[in-house]
Nanobody
Framework: QVRLVESGGGLVQSGGSLLLSCAAS????????MAWHRQAPGKERELVAV???????NYADSVKGRFTISSDNAKNTVYLQMNSLKPEDTAVYFC?????????????WGQGTQVTVSS
């Protein structure tokens, strides 16, 4: 069984920074990719950033240059450094992991962490 635990959300003023982390644990053989998504009230969930096992990353246009995704492969943990935060970044941020556990592939969502940016 694989579990994701997210941390690091909170309340910050516009222009501030936050660091989110997401740790995967369990009988993990390999991680294919870990990503951060977000969902603001009344809006659909959207991809924020993804880190693939190849080391490649992709970002939503709205966060390019402000957010950085990184990974500690030894800890099966992905981080999202968020700088120059804007009120429109306010959302629940969800971690997603895809990989292999035991003899089966998995895709898993975290419970979500609230990020609120005040103006």
């Amino acid at each position: 069984q694989v579990r994701l635990v997210e941390s690091g959300g909170g309340l910050v003023q516009s222009g501030g920074s936050l660091l989110l982390s997401c740790a995967a644990s369990g009988s993990i053989v390999s991680i294919y990719a870990m990503a951060w998504h977000r969902q603001a009230p009344g809006k659909e969930r959207e991809l924020v950033a993804v880190f693939r096992s190849s080391g490649t990353t992709n970002y939503a246009d709205s966060v390019k240059g402000r957010f950085t995704i990184s990974s500690d492969n030894a800890k099966n943990t992905v981080y999202l450094q968020m700088n120059s935060l804007k009120p429109e970044d306010t959302a629940v941020y969800f971690c997603n992991a895809q990989g292999r556990a035991g003899a089966r592939d998995f895709g898993l969502w975290g419970q979500g962490t609230q990020v609120t940016v005040s103006s």
